[in-house]
């Protein structure tokens, strides 16, 4: 199977892959979101927004005498060091204070004052650690995304794996492996099936991905899912995966995936791009 599908790459899909979607930003996976401990600090929470390798972080907080204050960390670039797994951003911290919002608004009357400064380290696409000092004050928190919508990635797509292969039980399999064709996307409640046919010299294959999705924040996840290729109707392989950051959007999807079965173990990215028209 796993010649098979090299071959695939090699013949039929070498420049069509190209098309499949990236990350949203190339630095990282993109933390943009809305970020809270959960409800045992409803009404704290952090909004993130991701541009390249620097955030823009904007804070639900309260003072002493319990009135809302505005906190804004506005260039939290990524970290000269970062930690051997996850990603790491910190900056300035401001509280600002400005004109009333009924009345004309004049930017003059603004005013940005550094009271710390802020870092956050994401050890998973859904999950960080938030430090932060304001006036002296440190505050340290466990985030993750905050779900209020979940989405969808039902539709249809043309892309599927690709993927590193190691330790096979036959080294020469070892190496770069594509499951890229027409793929349907199915999403019923929490249980979601990727479908994804193509053709090899031994015949029309079809790889099928199965998982439970849990949703966080504007991602996903599906933490133990299970998967099979057929080749002429019959069984070639069967494993395991586990997909991250799950990133449905109008265009198409894409995902980390690791994955096993009883020939490889495999790394990489999973996704496609929608068809036209759906």
């Known amino acids: 199977m796993i010649r098979q599908l090299r071959r695939l790459a090699a013949l039929a899909f070498a420049g069509l892959v190209l098309a499949l979607p990236a990350r949203a930003t190339p630095f990282s996976t993109d ?3 809305l970020w809270w401990v959960g409800l045992a600090e409803d009404g ?16 639900f907080v309260y003072g002493s005498d319990n009135a809302a204050r505005w906190l804004v960390a506005p260039a939290m670039g990524a970290t000269a060091a970062q930690p051997a797994t996850g990603t ?12 009333w919002f009924g009345g004309p608004f004049n930017p003059a009357q603004v005013t940005a004052n550094v009271v710390g400064s802020a870092t ?20 340290v928190k466990a985030i993750v995304r905050q779900t209020f919508r979940a989405n969808s990635v039902a539709g249809f797509y043309y892309g599927g794996m690709l993927a590193i292969a190691s330790q096979c039980g036959n080294s020469q399999n070892n ?35 199965a998982g439970t999705v849990v949703p966080q924040g504007r991602l996903a996840s599906i ?15 069967r494993g395991s995966f586990t997909m991250t950051g799950i990133d449905p959007q109008r265009n198409g999807f894409h995902a980390a ?8 173990n495999y790394s990489g990215r999973f996704g496609g791009t929608r068809e036209a028209g759906t």
């Open 31 to 33: 933390y943009t979101d």
């Open 223 to 237: 933490p133990a899912g299970n998967w099979s290729c057929s080749i002429g109707g019959t069984v070639d392989n």
């Open 120 to 139: 956050v380290t994401f050890d998973t696409p859904a999950s960080g650690t938030l430090s932060y000092t304001v006036n002296n004050t440190p505050v």
């Open 44 to 59: 704290w929470g952090v909004n993130v927004v991701q541009q390249g390798d620097v955030l823009f972080l904007t804070f």
């Open 175 to 209: 190496g770069a492996v594509d499951v890229v064709g027409s793929m349907t996307a199915t999403q019923t409640g929490a249980q979601a099936s990727f479908q994804v046919d193509f053709f090899t010299s031994r015949g029309a294959t079809t790889c099928l991905f």
């Open 257 to 264: 995936i690791t994955a096993t079965d009883q020939y490889c």
């Open 88 to 99: 790491r951003f910190s900056g300035d911290l401001y509280q600002t204070t400005g004109p």
